[in-house]
């Protein structure tokens, strides 16, 4: 089993940045994938970002320039750093580890409005 807890969502006005983190803890997999997904009010959950162990990335073509996914492995954490941010980008962010097993975070909520 892994266990994974999120952190750093919140509150903000369009333009500002939040850093989410997501730690780790169980039995963990040398070799896993994380990922940062969200879900907006009535709709589908959606990829936002994820990284391989190596530091490969992926994101979603709506916020390629303006997130960061970057992580630390000796701590067993992911980071999603949020630039730039915008109202469309209000939604419940859910960290995910894939390796053997998938698992998935109880949800940070973030919310872009003036």
């Known amino acids: 089993q892994v266990q994974l807890v999120e952190s750093g969502g919140g509150s903000v006005q369009p333009g500002g940045s939040l850093r989410l983190s997501c730690a780790a803890s169980g039995s963990i997999f040398s070799i896993n994938v994380r990922g940062w997904y969200r879900q907006a009010p009535g709709k589908q959950r959606e990829l936002v970002a994820t990284i391989t162990r190596s530091g490969s990335t992926n994101y979603a073509d709506s916020v390629k320039g303006r997130f960061t996914i970057s992580r630390d492995n000796a701590k067993n954490t992911v980071y999603l750093q949020m630039n730039s941010l915008k109202p469309e980008d209000t939604a419940v962010y859910y960290c995910?580890?894939?390796?053997?097993?998938?698992?998935w975070g109880g949800g940070t909520l973030v919310t872009v409005s003036s």
């Open positions: 995910r580890y894939m390796g053997p097993g998938d698992y």
